[in-house]
């Protein structure tokens, strides 16, 4: 068995805190900075974590343009994920050109692929510095080497560790990524995630919960607790997920949101949790991937359309009403038709309240990019606009059942289609929309519902609780 991944030391911790003095101690060193962050809200916390670095190093924030350093946090789940980061990167070389003071860094992880350092050498060299996932907490010793560098600074194969103990600089206000557990152990055969995030490796709970309450001081709101498969988490001290959630729950933290659960771990202790929580939001996103089984099997993700079924119809049971979203995949190698037209039935089926929908895209290095009949994009490009359809359609219908009700809204910001209108998270997840002011922003709104426009629903303030007691 592979040696399991530790927390950082407190050495480690101090070591790169001390290259962040030194960096803050320089007159020549870059003032300002921009990260650009593509990919999932692990990545989004990744980049709190480099923010929350920067600023340790004396750094402030700036626009893209003007920033002495650009950072680009990066995505390859999908092809088109890698080609916009690098699309952008070549991109901002223009603009490198003309100001070559600036640098540019590429971190996350596409980094982390096989080949990407060799490929950044030669194709990027107007890149200052790089560096994969698993290198992120040593960005102070990374960003030291490559103000000293006149060529590329590649770091990138170090082993994964726990993240404990980083600066985070959050980039909102009343809502918070806490991240529970890093990695995935599943090698469904479309994903490089496991191959690019490294082995699932899980905080302890009393950290968790240490972390949790600071943000309560600060005056947070909601939680979003993070992890590739959550309910794999199990701390070093055997804590489970049902149990960490019902321990969150009792912090009192107003809102309590998670992701994402696979479908094959999700067991009925944590609908329990979740139906005897005060706190935890009647929302659950399931990745369901397929409506097909001989798909699924060859996914290798360990479950049945059967047994999703019955899932949702417990979950269903368990908490009436909860939101329920998905993510679905359409021309994996060899699906038939009438695999595909399973998955429609599937959605067709539960009626989730919103799923994103992909169309397979192969990934170097794992088991799906290898098999045989990858299908034509033509008829992938049919599949997923026939799912899409479908999928909105359902969505229409399901929302149906909040008009007249109440939900509570955390407000977000400002509607982007009016200035008299804010908008935000309804408990279910779904977007809701109603007349509003800027000073509501951060707040908790009463709100009825009164209409579904596409994916949101609209409504009108009921009463403002403002500020939580
Ligand atoms: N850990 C999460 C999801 C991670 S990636 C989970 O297991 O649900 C987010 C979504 O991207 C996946 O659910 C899947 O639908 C999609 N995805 C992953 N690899 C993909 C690929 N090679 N091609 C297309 N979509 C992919
Ligand atoms: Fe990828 Fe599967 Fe892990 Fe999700 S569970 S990150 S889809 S390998
Ligand atoms: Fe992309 Fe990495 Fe997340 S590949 S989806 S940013 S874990």
Redesign the pocket.
């Known amino acids: 068995m592979a040696e399991r991944a530790k927390p950082l030391t407190p050495e480690e911790l101090e070591e790169q805190r001390e290259y962040a003095r030194k960096i803050r101690e320089l007159t020549d060193r870059p003032h300002t900075y921009h990260i650009i962050t593509y990919g999932c809200q692990m990545n989004a916390h990744d980049s709190e974590i480099l923010a929350g670095m920067l600023g340790s190093m004396g750094l402030q924030e700036a626009e893209r343009d003007e920033a002495d350093l650009v950072i680009f946090n990066t995505c390859c789940v999908r092809d088109n994920a890698e080609r916009r980061a690098l699309g952008n990167v070549t991109w901002l070389n223009e603009i490198k050109k003309k100001r070559p003071s600036m640098k540019i860094g590429v971190c996350g992880c596409m980094i982390q692929e096989p080949g990407m350092a060799e490929k950044i050498m030669k194709q990027y060299r107007f890149v200052d510095l790089a560096f994969g996932t698993a290198d992120l907490y040593r960005f102070p010793q990374i960003l030291t080497e490559a103000l000293n560098s006149s060529s590329t600074v590649i770091e990138t194969g170090s082993p994964h560790r726990i993240l404990e103990g980083l600066p985070v600089s959050r980039s909102r206000r009343e809502s918070a990524y806490v991240s529970i557990m890093q990695g995935?152990d599943?090698?469904?055969t479309y994903?490089i995630?496991?191959y690019v995030r490294g082995r699932e490796r899980s905080r302890n709970a009393s950290e968790i919960l240490e972390e949790i309450r600071h943000l309560q001081e600060d005056g947070v709101m909601e939680i979003m607790l993070l992890g590739?498969?959550v309910n794999s988490y199990r701390s070093q001290d055997g804590v489970t997920f049902p149990e960490l959630l019902s321990m969150v729950d009792r912090t009192g933290i107003r809102r309590i949101r998670f992701m994402?659960s696979?479908p094959k771990d999700l067991l009925p202790e944590l609908m329990e949790v979740m139906a005897g929580a005060r706190h935890v939001l009647p929302q659950f996103h399931l990745?369901v991937q397929s409506g097909s089984n001989e798909i699924l099997r060859r996914m290798n993700r360990q479950y049945t359309r059967e047994t999703y079924l019955e899932r949702v119809e417990q979950l269903r049971r368990a908490i009436p009403g909860i939101g329920l979203t998905t993510d679905m995949m359409v021309a994996f190698p060899g699906e038939t038709e009438s695999q595909f037209q399973e998955t429609l039935s599937l959605t067709d089926e539960v009626g989730f309240d919103s799923a994103f929908t992909f169309v397979y895209s192969p990934r170097v290095g794992t088991a799906a990019a290898r098999m045989e009949n990858q299908i034509p994009p033509e008829e992938a490009s049919r599949r997923i606009q026939a799912l899409i359809a479908l999928q909105e359609r359902r969505q229409q219908e399901v929302m149906q059942r909040f008009l007249g009700t109440e939900e509570e809204v955390l407000v977000e910001g400002m509607s982007r289609r009016s200035h008299q209108q804010i908008s935000g998270r309804g408990t279910h997840g779904l977007s809701v929309t109603f007349p509003g002011r800027a000073e509501q922003i951060g707040t908790i709104c009463r709100v009825r519902i009164t209409g579904v426009r596409n994916n949101t629903l609209v409504g009108r303030q009921t009463e403002n609780e403002g500020a939580v007691s």
Request: proline residues 17%; hydrophobic residues 15%; charged residues 0%.
């Open positions: 995935c599943n090698f469904c994903c995630v496991p590739q498969n994402t696979h990745p």
